[in-house]
């Protein structure tokens, strides 16, 4: 299941030197199932070039509020009402101004006003005009009317300048754009911890033990609980991809440290799963300098490191809810049912790892989920996003 699909986005493209990134976000949409329909402004087209847009996502771009008269099909009445969500990236800080005070004197603007759709602006400018007193009012009456905002971040600006004003990554426009879309809430209200990722254990200044978790279970999970309205805190270990654009984030290195991070937090926490791949053993000493090498063998002693899973389910209350994930390698079921009744959690995801279907780094997987009073049930080389979509629908179930 693509992540947009059966969505149709409004990409309302301004004039900003960052509206070239728009046509990454364009086909990226695109690439993820959503029907997109962009609309440059006259600024815009200064910058981009609506053939471009029109190659990426297989429609005509539109420019101009009364050409499209001739073809109903793109009129701003007939966008306003059919998309799900209409994406303003780059936002300038003229439609910004133009949305704030109801102003409709071109095609986006216009269909800004005539849309119920929410509405997500990324905005791009210059620091100085971002931190202006204008455009901060500006957007403190839009997110009070309920739109919603992604970025800008820091950094090096197009101007030359250094501090807040760049667009978000495509990548966290992508996030906030599948979280506004969503109409499905049913986790509004509701809080959701997770740890995700490898850890680093430490033999020296240089050395780690590590594992090959990628955190893309994780990100998976984080995703879905903020599409379907939860608010969500990862735990994550030093891992390959990043948490999701609107999740807390706490970054740590050990099993130790994700296992005071964990417990710290808990108590506030309605839903706790733990998808990292925690080191189960640590070593002894962690050598304060570098280990030389030396033609014989070496010896690591390793102690085991705390159960964060268990610990959690042993502190939960009757409404908490507790998710464990099992990796198994033989006797998948077995294993995770023996796993799911000795550290009394609420669910459990058994992933086959090794062989053709290993789960571990990969985008997909074979997994099954079990509940303390349910039939498993076997997903085969499953996608994680539609596996994330999968465990949350079956904790639903559970209540
Ligand atoms: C090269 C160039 C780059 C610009 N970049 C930005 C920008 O990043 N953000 C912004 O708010 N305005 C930027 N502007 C100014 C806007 O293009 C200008 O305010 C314009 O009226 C915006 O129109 P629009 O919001 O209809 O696209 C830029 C102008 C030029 C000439």
């Known amino acids: 299941m693509m992540p947009f699909a059966e969505k149709s986005v409004l990409l309302g493209v301004c004039g900003s030197i960052a509206a070239y990134k728009a046509c990454d976000l364009a086909s990226k949409l695109r690439e993820q199932g959503a029907e997109v329909i ?3 402004t006259a600024s815009a087209r200064q910058i981009v070039q609506p053939a471009t847009f029109e190659a990426l996502t297989g429609t005509r771009a539109i420019t101009d509020l009364f050409v499209p008269a001739a073809n109903p099909e793109i009129s701003h009445i007939a966008v306003a009402q059919r998309v799900h969500l209409c994406l303003i990236a780059p936002a300038t800080a003229n439609i910004i101004a133009k949305a704030a005070n109801g102003l409709a004197d071109d095609w986006i603007s216009t269909t800004l006003l005539a849309t119920r759709a929410p509405v997500l602006f990324a905005p791009a400018m210059n620091t100085n005009m971002y931190t202006h007193a204008a455009t901060q009012e500006n957007i403190r009456i839009l997110r009070e009317r309920g ?11 197009a101007c030359g300048s250094e501090g807040p004003g760049r667009m978000a990554e495509i990548s966290d426009i992508l996030d906030a754009a599948l979280i506004a879309a969503s109409q499905q809430k049913d986790y509004a209200g509701k809080r959701v911890l997770i740890n995700s990722g490898p850890n680093h254990e430490p033999i020296d200044p240089m050395r780690y033990l590590g594992n090959c978790s990628s955190g893309k279970m994780g990100r998976a999970l984080a995703l879905e609980a903020l599409r379907r309205g939860a608010e969500v805190c990862v735990v994550t270990g ?11 984030v706490i970054s740590v290195q050990t099993a130790e440290e994700m296992y005071e991070s964990v417990m710290l937090r808990m108590d506030s926490y309605d ?13 002894e000493t962690v050598t304060p ?3 030389k090498r030396q033609e014989k063998d070496l010896l690591l002693r390793l102690r085991p490191n705390r159960d964060i899973i268990a610990s ?4 939960k209350t009757p409404n908490q809810r507790v998710v464990g994930f099992a990796a198994e390698t033989g006797d ?3 294993n995770a049912e023996e796993k799911l009744s000795r550290k009394q959690l609420d669910m459990i995801i058994a992933n086959v790892i090794g062989g053709d279907s290993c789960a571990v780094g990969s985008d997909r997987g074979d997994a099954y989920i079990l509940t303390q009073n349910q039939v498993a049930e076997h997903l085969e080389n499953i996608d994680k996003n539609l596996l994330a979509k999968c465990i949350f629908d079956h904790l639903a179930a559970l209540d």
């Open 147 to 157: 739109a919603l905002f992604v970025g800008p971040a820091s950094g090096r600006l």
């Open 332 to 334: 998948i079921l077995k």
């Open 38 to 40: 962009c609309a440059l």
């Open 271 to 283: 839903i706790i799963i733990g998808a990292a791949a925690v080191a189960d053993y640590t070593p």
């Open 312 to 315: 959690v389910a042993a502190r």
């Open 289 to 291: 300098e570098k280990i």
């Open 238 to 248: 030093p891992a390959a991809v990043s948490p999701p654009h609107g999740a807390q």
